[in-house]
Protein backbone atom coordinates (compact mmCIF):
# COMPACT_ATOMS: atom_id res chain seq x y z
CA UNK A 1 0.00 0.00 0.00
CA UNK A 2 1.81 3.33 -1.16
CA UNK A 3 1.49 5.77 2.09
CA UNK A 4 2.71 9.36 1.59
CA UNK A 5 3.83 11.93 4.67
CA UNK A 6 4.72 15.47 4.43
CA UNK A 7 6.89 17.29 6.56
CA UNK A 8 8.60 20.55 7.17
CA UNK A 9 8.22 23.77 8.74
CA UNK A 10 4.83 24.74 9.89
CA UNK A 11 5.75 28.49 10.21
CA UNK A 12 8.06 30.67 7.00
CA UNK A 13 8.01 34.06 6.85
CA UNK A 14 6.79 36.34 4.45
CA UNK A 15 9.38 36.90 1.58
CA UNK A 16 11.25 33.59 2.54
CA UNK A 17 10.89 30.35 0.51
CA UNK A 18 8.40 27.54 2.01
CA UNK A 19 10.31 23.76 1.71
CA UNK A 20 8.09 20.62 2.52
CA UNK A 21 9.34 17.22 1.44
CA UNK A 22 7.20 14.07 0.94
CA UNK A 23 8.32 10.51 1.97
CA UNK A 24 6.71 8.06 0.47
CA UNK A 25 6.57 4.53 1.49
CA UNK A 26 5.36 0.87 -0.20
CA UNK A 27 6.06 1.73 -3.44
CA UNK A 28 9.58 2.94 -5.39
CA UNK A 29 8.96 6.28 -6.55
CA UNK A 30 11.94 5.12 -9.72
CA UNK A 31 9.25 2.55 -10.43
CA UNK A 32 7.52 4.96 -11.88
CA UNK A 33 4.47 7.26 -11.42
CA UNK A 34 3.58 11.30 -11.34
CA UNK A 35 3.88 12.43 -7.77
CA UNK A 36 1.61 16.03 -6.52
CA UNK A 37 1.50 18.60 -4.72
CA UNK A 38 -1.78 19.99 -4.07
CA UNK A 39 -2.62 22.70 -1.43
CA UNK A 40 -6.10 23.67 0.16
CA UNK A 41 -6.35 27.73 2.07
CA UNK A 42 -8.28 27.41 5.67
CA UNK A 43 -11.82 26.90 4.59
CA UNK A 44 -11.09 27.12 0.72
CA UNK A 45 -10.85 24.53 -1.91
CA UNK A 46 -7.89 22.39 -3.42
CA UNK A 47 -5.61 24.38 -6.18
CA UNK A 48 -3.32 21.95 -7.82
CA UNK A 49 0.49 23.07 -7.31
CA UNK A 50 2.42 21.05 -9.83
CA UNK A 51 3.66 17.10 -10.35
CA UNK A 52 7.14 15.73 -11.07
CA UNK A 53 7.77 12.52 -12.40
CA UNK A 54 10.85 10.15 -11.09
CA UNK A 55 13.26 10.91 -13.94
CA UNK A 56 12.74 14.58 -12.74
CA UNK A 57 10.09 15.81 -15.85
CA UNK A 58 7.90 18.35 -14.22
CA UNK A 59 4.36 20.10 -14.42
CA UNK A 60 3.56 23.09 -12.80
CA UNK A 61 0.51 25.22 -12.53
CA UNK A 62 0.72 28.14 -14.38
CA UNK A 63 -0.18 30.38 -11.60
CA UNK A 64 2.50 29.29 -9.62
CA UNK A 65 5.30 28.06 -11.98
CA UNK A 66 7.52 31.01 -11.04
CA UNK A 67 8.02 30.45 -7.45
CA UNK A 68 7.61 26.72 -7.49
CA UNK A 69 10.39 23.77 -7.54
CA UNK A 70 9.32 20.31 -7.35
CA UNK A 71 12.47 17.66 -7.36
CA UNK A 72 12.98 13.85 -6.86
CA UNK A 73 15.33 12.30 -4.66
CA UNK A 74 14.62 8.62 -5.67
CA UNK A 75 17.20 7.49 -3.44
CA UNK A 76 15.72 8.58 -0.73
CA UNK A 77 11.84 7.69 -2.13
CA UNK A 78 11.25 11.44 -1.62
CA UNK A 79 10.23 14.46 -3.64
CA UNK A 80 10.16 18.23 -2.36
CA UNK A 81 8.36 21.10 -2.88
CA UNK A 82 9.75 25.11 -2.59
CA UNK A 83 7.82 27.77 -2.72
CA UNK A 84 9.56 31.01 -2.95
CA UNK A 85 8.52 34.80 -1.99
CA UNK A 86 5.81 33.65 -0.18
CA UNK A 87 2.86 35.41 1.15
CA UNK A 88 0.30 35.21 3.85
CA UNK A 89 -1.91 34.03 0.95
CA UNK A 90 0.37 30.95 0.11
CA UNK A 91 -0.74 29.47 3.91
CA UNK A 92 -2.61 26.40 3.42
CA UNK A 93 -2.81 22.92 4.24
CA UNK A 94 0.15 21.26 2.00
CA UNK A 95 -0.59 17.34 0.32
CA UNK A 96 1.63 15.43 -1.43
CA UNK A 97 0.03 12.90 -3.99
CA UNK A 98 0.50 10.67 -6.30
CA UNK A 99 -1.39 10.02 -9.36
CA UNK A 100 -3.76 6.83 -9.66
CA UNK A 101 -2.36 5.68 -13.31
CA UNK A 102 1.64 6.46 -14.77
CA UNK A 103 0.85 9.50 -16.38
CA UNK A 104 0.46 13.21 -15.19
CA UNK A 105 -3.35 13.09 -16.75
CA UNK A 106 -4.97 11.17 -14.06
CA UNK A 107 -6.79 11.90 -11.42
CA UNK A 108 -4.58 11.54 -7.33
CA UNK A 109 -4.88 7.89 -6.01
CA UNK A 110 -3.29 8.46 -3.06
CA UNK A 111 -2.49 11.02 -0.98
CA UNK A 112 -0.60 12.40 2.44
CA UNK A 113 -2.28 13.69 5.40
CA UNK A 114 -1.44 17.49 4.44
CA UNK A 115 0.70 19.92 7.06
CA UNK A 116 -0.48 23.43 7.50
CA UNK A 117 1.77 25.96 6.83
CA UNK A 118 1.21 29.46 8.08
CA UNK A 119 3.42 32.36 6.79
CA UNK A 120 3.89 34.80 9.45
CA UNK A 121 6.34 37.24 10.98
CA UNK B 1 -7.64 27.32 -19.34
CA UNK B 2 -11.02 25.09 -18.43
CA UNK B 3 -13.26 26.20 -15.80
CA UNK B 4 -15.04 24.22 -13.27
CA UNK B 5 -18.58 24.87 -11.24
CA UNK B 6 -19.92 22.58 -9.09
CA UNK B 7 -23.17 23.27 -8.06
CA UNK B 8 -24.87 23.97 -5.42
CA UNK B 9 -22.42 25.06 -3.31
CA UNK B 10 -24.30 23.54 0.17
CA UNK B 11 -26.98 20.49 -0.52
CA UNK B 12 -28.84 19.60 2.46
CA UNK B 13 -30.43 16.26 2.41
CA UNK B 14 -31.78 13.64 5.04
CA UNK B 15 -29.89 10.67 5.82
CA UNK B 16 -31.40 7.89 3.67
CA UNK B 17 -32.24 9.85 0.81
CA UNK B 18 -30.66 10.16 -2.51
CA UNK B 19 -28.32 13.41 -3.53
CA UNK B 20 -27.16 14.55 -6.53
CA UNK B 21 -24.58 16.72 -7.05
CA UNK B 22 -23.42 18.44 -10.19
CA UNK B 23 -20.09 19.61 -11.95
CA UNK B 24 -19.69 21.60 -15.30
CA UNK B 25 -17.08 22.18 -17.38
CA UNK B 26 -16.48 25.28 -19.41
CA UNK B 27 -15.40 22.89 -22.06
CA UNK B 28 -15.33 19.80 -23.11
CA UNK B 29 -13.07 17.16 -20.67
CA UNK B 30 -14.69 14.08 -22.63
CA UNK B 31 -14.70 11.46 -19.49
CA UNK B 32 -11.82 12.79 -17.88
CA UNK B 33 -13.42 13.46 -14.43
CA UNK B 34 -12.54 12.58 -11.00
CA UNK B 35 -14.92 13.13 -8.02
CA UNK B 36 -13.13 13.48 -4.53
CA UNK B 37 -14.68 13.06 -0.82
CA UNK B 38 -12.84 14.96 2.05
CA UNK B 39 -14.00 15.12 5.79
CA UNK B 40 -13.26 17.89 8.53
CA UNK B 41 -8.84 17.45 9.23
CA UNK B 42 -8.95 14.38 6.00
CA UNK B 43 -7.06 14.66 2.85
CA UNK B 44 -9.86 14.06 -0.11
CA UNK B 45 -10.42 10.91 -0.85
CA UNK B 46 -11.03 9.58 -4.99
CA UNK B 47 -14.07 8.47 -5.07
CA UNK B 48 -14.96 8.40 -9.24
CA UNK B 49 -12.43 8.73 -12.21
CA UNK B 50 -13.31 8.00 -16.04
CA UNK B 51 -16.35 10.12 -14.51
CA UNK B 52 -18.27 6.63 -13.61
CA UNK B 53 -15.76 3.71 -12.21
CA UNK B 54 -15.43 4.04 -8.54
CA UNK B 55 -12.35 3.52 -6.99
CA UNK B 56 -11.03 0.85 -4.77
CA UNK B 57 -13.24 0.36 -2.20
CA UNK B 58 -15.84 2.56 -3.07
CA UNK B 59 -19.48 1.39 -1.67
CA UNK B 60 -21.62 0.94 -4.82
CA UNK B 61 -24.21 3.77 -3.29
CA UNK B 62 -21.74 6.20 -4.91
CA UNK B 63 -22.02 6.80 -8.76
CA UNK B 64 -21.16 9.15 -11.20
CA UNK B 65 -22.26 9.62 -14.60
CA UNK B 66 -21.96 12.34 -17.33
CA UNK B 67 -19.30 13.14 -20.77
CA UNK B 68 -17.92 16.48 -22.02
CA UNK B 69 -19.36 19.01 -20.36
CA UNK B 70 -21.95 18.10 -17.92
CA UNK B 71 -21.19 15.55 -14.92
CA UNK B 72 -22.77 14.32 -12.43
CA UNK B 73 -22.18 12.25 -8.75
CA UNK B 74 -24.97 10.49 -7.05
CA UNK B 75 -24.76 9.08 -3.60
CA UNK B 76 -28.01 6.55 -3.76
CA UNK B 77 -28.96 6.16 -0.08
CA UNK B 78 -26.89 8.64 2.28
CA UNK B 79 -25.52 7.39 5.40
CA UNK B 80 -24.13 9.19 8.21
CA UNK B 81 -20.74 9.16 6.71
CA UNK B 82 -21.21 10.95 3.45
CA UNK B 83 -21.74 14.16 5.04
CA UNK B 84 -18.65 16.24 3.87
CA UNK B 85 -17.35 18.01 0.97
CA UNK B 86 -17.33 16.98 -2.64
CA UNK B 87 -15.16 18.13 -5.21
CA UNK B 88 -14.57 16.78 -9.02
CA UNK B 89 -11.45 17.64 -10.71
CA UNK B 90 -10.49 17.63 -14.99
CA UNK B 91 -7.34 15.87 -15.81
CA UNK B 92 -8.12 16.08 -20.02
CA UNK B 93 -6.86 19.30 -20.25
CA UNK B 94 -2.91 18.88 -18.82
CA UNK B 95 -1.23 20.67 -17.50
CA UNK B 96 -4.22 22.58 -16.34
CA UNK B 97 -4.96 25.65 -13.70
CA UNK B 98 -7.39 25.24 -11.40
CA UNK B 99 -8.43 21.75 -12.31
CA UNK B 100 -10.50 21.11 -9.45
CA UNK B 101 -13.59 22.63 -8.73
CA UNK B 102 -15.12 24.81 -5.78
CA UNK B 103 -16.74 22.10 -3.95
CA UNK B 104 -19.80 21.04 -2.50
CA UNK B 105 -20.58 20.84 0.92
CA UNK B 106 -23.11 17.93 1.82
CA UNK B 107 -24.99 18.35 4.82
CA UNK B 108 -27.54 16.74 7.05
CA UNK B 109 -31.14 18.10 6.91
Known amino acids: QVQLQESGPGLVKPSETLSLTCAVSGYSISSGYYWGWIRQPPGKGLEWIGS???????YYNPSLKSRVTISVDTSKNQFSLKLSSVTAADTAVYYCARHLRPYSSSPFGYWGQGTLVTVSS | EIVMTQSPATLSVSPGERATLSCRAS??????LAWYQQKPGQAPRLLIYGASTRATGIPARFSGSGSGTEFTLTISSLQSEDFAVYYC???????????FGQGTKLEIK
Open chain 1, 52 to 58: IYHSGST
Open chain 2, 27 to 32: QSVSSN
Open chain 2, 89 to 99: QQYNNWPPGDT
